[in-house]
């Protein structure tokens, strides 16, 4: 489970630089692409974007189900 755990938290951290990158790079160019070609900049800007998303996320889902339904050893739920 600690590969899990490790698998898991470098999928988070690979999404988060990736959140972080297209926040203060992608979305302010976006209004430098003009109306008459905007739509079409934006639609292959998500299509490509989920070739570079889409695998950590995958690996985020499948390590956090298996976190859930095989805690670590030691690994306690929060009290209610």
């Given at each position: 489970?600690?590969?899990?755990?490790?698998?898991?938290?470098?999928?988070?951290l690979?999404?988060?630089?990736?959140?972080?990158?297209?926040?203060?790079?992608?979305?302010?160019?976006?209004?430098?692409?003009?109306?008459?070609?905007?739509?079409?900049?934006?639609?292959?800007?998500?299509?490509?974007?989920?070739?570079?998303?889409?695998?950590?996320?995958?690996?985020?889902?499948?390590?956090?189900?298996?976190?859930?339904?095989?805690?670590?050893?030691?690994g306690?739920?929060?009290?209610?």
């Amino acid at each position: 489970m600690k590969y899990v755990l490790l698998a898991h938290l470098a999928a988070t951290l690979f999404m988060v630089g990736v959140i972080w990158f297209v926040q203060v790079v992608h979305y302010p160019l976006f209004s430098r692409v003009g109306p008459e070609k905007f739509s079409l900049y934006s639609e292959a800007h998500s299509r490509l974007t989920t070739y570079v998303v889409g695998p950590p996320m995958l690996v985020e889902a499948a390590t956090a189900l298996l976190l859930v339904f095989r805690r670590p050893e030691g690994g306690r739920l929060p009290p209610r």
